[in-house]
């Protein structure tokens, strides 16, 4: 599978190289819906679920970095939170958008026989999940984005763990919000659920969407 005399370093970030995948919703420009009047936190209406549908005990999904950029805005919103929420099995009952995870070493010559297959299982907006379950469901993270209600083109960036992002946005009308997370794994038959949370507001915003994230063990 490797060259003959690679070294441990090299074969390393090949198999590195194999772990690391993208989702991005399929048209550019366009954000997609979510729910409706998110005024406060409900365990039961995430804007987005990542499932691993591994099969390994050392399955293991790492989030990497996510940015959100508002095509709609919400309104009569008096601020923007994000809420991290780890629950155990499948709990998504209603998924709008499904989006599919794209292995960011593949070959762009032959990008599909070279796709590495994902343990990811990835939904975005209008989504419905399971009531809460007092006994498993953890929340894990919380932050603040916006103090003011959403324009558009502001942009919601979150690293996860010790990454490093610029604070620089490419727009000149919204802005940019960068947001350090601990770091947040996500194991075999795990969900994670992401909450958008806007007090007093009367109609919920759409967002475009890029994330990353790694896949352990290494696929090569």
């Given at each position: 599978m490797y060259p003959a005399g690679m070294s441990a370093q090299g074969r390393l970030e090949e198999k590195f190289r194999d772990s690391m995948y993208?989702?991005?919703?399929?048209?550019?420009?366009a954000g997609i819906a979510t729910t409706a009047a998110g005024t406060a936190?409900?365990?039961?209406?995430p804007i987005m679920t990542i499932y691993n549908k591994g099969t390994k005990d050392d399955d293991v999904i790492m989030l990497d970095q996510m940015?959100?950029?508002?095509?709609?805005t919400n309104t009569g919103a008096t601020s923007l939170h994000f809420q991290f929420v780890k629950r155990s099995g499948i709990v998504l009952t209603t998924g709008a958008t499904t989006l599919t995870p794209v292995n960011m070493g593949g070959n762009a010559t032959t990008l599909v026989a070279s796709q590495t297959a994902t343990i990811a299982t990835v939904n975005f907006?209008?989504?419905v999940t399971a009531a809460a379950a007092a006994t498993t469901d953890r929340i894990l993270w919380r932050t603040q984005v916006r103090d003011v209600i959403l324009v558009a083109d502001d942009t919601v960036h979150f690293t996860f763990g010790d990454g490093v992002t610029s604070g620089h946005g490419a727009t000149t009308t919204g802005t940019r919000s960068v947001n350090r997370i601990p770091p947040?794994?996500?194991?075999?038959?795990?969900?994670?659920?992401?909450?958008?949370?806007?007090?007093?507001?009367?109609?919920?915003?759409?967002?475009?969407?890029?994330?990353?994230?790694?896949e352990y063990p290494p696929r090569s």
């Open positions: 993208s989702v991005v919703n399929a048209t550019f420009g936190y409900d365990v039961t209406t940015e959100l950029r508002c095509t709609t907006g209008v989504l947040i794994w996500i194991r075999k038959g795990e969900t994670l659920q992401i909450h958008h949370i806007a007090p007093s507001q009367s109609a919920d915003p759409e967002w475009e969407v890029s994330s990353a994230h790694i």
